[in-house]
């Protein structure tokens, strides 16, 4: 696979990810979109938006809804052949999930300095109590997630 078909592939799954944040945000729900893909086959197993308001239940992000579908899908927590598209920095009870469902790699979208457990905060990947590592690729389309969260809190405030 060359950098470019491999960039496409990135470019496309995100795609997706920011159309299930949008969604979301026209939900009401904090623009946040999540792809969950068999790296193998290219498969979907799993699109979803936040759904924390919708369903009152604070777990319900998006990494979340898409961990918990894909592996009731699949029929085992372990998503090892699987990698996670999100257009926000997880937070670090995201980060722990990712960690404890095994995905290969996480690529994501805007840094997220005060909320963010990959990058920023606890960096849950980096604690010598992490099971596993993924490979992590943040800051694809970060402007596009930036400004989506932006507009959507500007239209609150």
């Known amino acids: 696979m060359t950098a470019s078909s491999s960039a496409k592939i990135i470019n496309d799954f995100m795609e997706l990810a920011f159309a299930q944040a949008e969604a979301a945000g026209a939900r009401g729900e904090i623009p ?3 792809v969950l893909v068999d790296s193998a086959s290219g498969e979907i197993l799993a ?3 936040n759904e924390t308001e919708a369903h009152h239940d604070p777990t319900a992000h998006a990494e979340m809804e898409v961990i918990r579908a894909a592996s009731a899908r699949v029929g085992t927590p372990r998503l090892m052949a699987c ?3 999100v257009t926000l920095e997880p937070c670090a009870m995201c980060a722990a999930a990712i960690s404890l469902a095994r995905v290969r ?3 994501y979208g ?12 606890p960096r849950v990947f ?4 992490c099971h596993h590592r993924p490979e992590v690729v943040g ?5 596009r997630s930036e400004a989506l969260l932006k507009d959507f809190f500007a239209a609150r405030r």
């Open 83 to 85: 990698d996670l598209y």
């Open 32 to 34: 946040v979109g999540a």
């Open 110 to 121: 805007a840094y997220d300095p005060k909320g963010g457990g990959v990058d920023h905060g």
């Open 105 to 107: 790699r996480l690529i």
């Open 47 to 49: 699109a979803a938006g």
């Open 126 to 129: 980096t604690q010598p109590t």
């Open 139 to 143: 800051g694809v389309s970060a402007s």
